[in-house]
């Protein structure tokens, strides 16, 4: 909730992983507005400038990271992401619509991913960016679909090797639904609890692959929990009636 947190924290993470105090200069020059928000970034002789910038309006530290994210894009490729963008704070959203509706030429990419099983909690300013941005010839939308069969078994096969891949893929693609997430987490899980192990021959499971399928990691359960709890009554039911008759 607190405004521009993502925005602050990135700007902090790109001014300690530069090799020099271009970030922090550049700040302070264009955006003085911001630095009192970033007290690890501002020197003494900077925090005696900004004195009076604490009492800045939203507009003008709008314009003023806008103006200094540009000003490093410049004459270097600026790569910002920002995860789970549906979480945001109306302040950044509006920054990130400003930065993709400028027309000065910039080596700017911007990345910000969203949850497509979460649209509920998308904010109307978030909704009236993506509509903006869209209808901009700079800006495109990536769905990310969930991970086939076919490539469930081409993670598993890098990961634990062929041969156990062909045995267990079909019960860790029907357990994770081709999520990647879920996947990556459930293998360590298995891993972690010795349910699959690496030994001389190679990997190998020491449960057959229907009991993998049902040892399901805490975290999986509770987003699994989670999400149950935010269906409509009428949704709960179907589920509930649907679970009498098994996967």
């Known amino acids: 909730s ?9 700007v902090t993470r790109l001014a300690r992983s530069a090799d020099d105090e271009t970030v922090a200069a550049t700040l302070a020059r264009l955006a003085p507005s911001w630095l009192p928000h970033l007290p690890g970034l501002s020197d003494d002789r900077s925090r005696a400038f900004t004195a009076g910038t604490h009492m800045a309006t939203a507009a003008r530290m709008l314009r003023e990271i806008v103006t200094a994210i540009e000003a490093l894009s410049e004459h270097t490729t600026l790569v910002l992401w920002i995860e789970d963008i549906q979480w945001a704070d ?37 909704r009236r ?7 901009r010839p700079h800006a495109s939308q990536l769905r990310l679909q969930p991970l086939s ?5 081409g993670y598993l096969d890098l990961r634990v090797g062929r041969d156990l891949s062909r045995e267990i893929g079909a019960a860790m693609h029907q357990l ?5 997430l879920f996947l ?8 972690r609890k010795g349910y699959i192990v690496d030994s001389r021959d190679g990997w190998r499971a020491l449960v057959p692959a229907e009991t993998l399928a049902g040892a399901v990691p805490a975290s999986l ?23 009498v008759v098994g996967t």
């Open 2 to 10: 607190e405004p521009y947190y993502p925005l602050l924290d990135l």
């Open 90 to 126: 109306p302040a950044t959203i509006d920054v990130l619509n400003s930065l993709g509706q400028r027309r000065d030429p910039a080596r700017l990419l911007l990345l910000a991913t969203m949850r497509s099983s979460e649209p509920a909690v998308a904010s109307a300013p978030l």
């Open 129 to 135: 960016a993506h509509a903006d941005l869209l209808a």
């Open 149 to 153: 069969d076919d490539e469930v078994a």
């Open 176 to 180: 994770t639904a081709g999520n990647p």
């Open 184 to 191: 990556a987490t459930a293998i360590d899980h298995l891993v």
């Open 221 to 243: 359960a509770g987003t699994v929990t989670r999400a149950l709890e935010e269906l409509a009554g009428d949704e709960r039911q179907a589920i509930d009636a649907a679970s």
